[in-house]
């Protein structure tokens, strides 16, 4: 059964990946189950190898926590709220050259305090944001930012994970897992200006109900389309005000992946996947 699982997982992941993930390590950990913390780096510019365990240094640190059923993945990335500047986490992707468009996906547990992401260029105290989310959640949730980043040879991608800012505050770090990164090259004109959009997808796991909420610059007529594990196209719905609703009455028990794409142009504003318990 376990097998069956981990075969499911990776097959969801191979659908909704556009190419590979720029993120090298997006899990913390290592096959074994040990820990995994190179190529982060946290709010002291320090990579996360110096302290690779369950405290937090520089307000950054990893648990064993997951999103994830599945046995085998059980580190997640958290990061706590620190004085001016936020506290947070970062990697950074280099030799991506020309306009492309860049996809973040993540999980995140933000109960009682914003937790969120944020895509640009530079490094630590150089970094320019192009595209961010901040939320809050009462369990794992999985969360997309999609941006239009031009770049050349030598500069860098910055994913940052944040959990804010806060003065004495009394503040639980907020959980990050699962982070990907994929980029789409633009080889159309409808590509050059894509939805600038997030999306929010909760409560997932969903009991009665799940909504989909899409942040989008360029509200309009979207539609949702929610695929079975195999690939299988079962429910599609439209909508004007960037607000979907699915009900459990419309889908039985299982786990499902959707798409919203923008009606007027077909791109993908985003997708991910969902469970009904």
């Known amino acids: 059964m376990k097998k069956q699982i981990l075969i499911l997982f990776i097959l969801i992941h191979a659908k909704l990946g556009n190419g590979q993930n720029l993120i090298s390590n997006g899990r913390f950990q290592y096959p074994d189950l040990n820990p995994r913390c190179d190529g982060w ?9 110096a302290h690779c365990d369950t405290n937090l240094n520089c307000y950054v640190g990893l648990v064993i926590d997951s999103p994830s059923w599945i046995p085998e993945d059980i580190w997640s990335l958290q990061v706590k709220a620190a004085f001016e500047p936020d506290g947070y986490a970062e990697t950074y992707i280099t030799g991506q050259t ?14 009682d ?28 949730s999985e969360f997309t930012l999609t941006d239009t980043i031009t770049t050349q040879a030598t500069d860098t991608i910055t994913v940052r994970l944040s959990a ?17 990164l994929v980029k789409k090259a ?11 959009s997030s999306i929010l997808a909760y409560p997932n796991p ?12 360029n509200q309009g007529s979207m539609t949702l389309e929610i695929f079975n594990s195999s690939g299988t196209p079962i429910l599609s719905k439209q909508c004007t005000d960037g607000l979907f609703l699915v009900n459990r009455s419309e889908l039985p028990g299982g786990l499902y992946i959707y798409c919203v794409t923008s009606d007027s142009d077909q791109i993908i504003v985003g997708r991910g996947k969902f469970v009904f318990d």
Do not use: H
């Open 41 to 49: 780096f946290n709010l002291c510019g320090e990579e996360l190898t």
């Open 98 to 111: 020309g306009t492309n468009i860049y996809t973040l996906t993540y999980w995140m547990n933000a109960k």
């Open 113 to 140: 305090w914003a937790g969120g992401a944020r895509i640009g260029t530079g490094k630590q105290n150089k970094f320019v944001e192009s595209q961010s989310r901040s939320d809050t959640c009462s369990s794992w």
């Open 164 to 180: 804010g800012s806060g003065d004495f505050c009394i503040c639980p770090p907020i959980r990050f897992a699962f982070i990907e």
């Open 186 to 196: 633009i080889n159309a004109v409808d590509d050059v200006n894509p939805v600038q």
């Open 206 to 217: 969903a009991q009665k109900e799940i909504k989909f909420e899409v942040k989008s610059k």
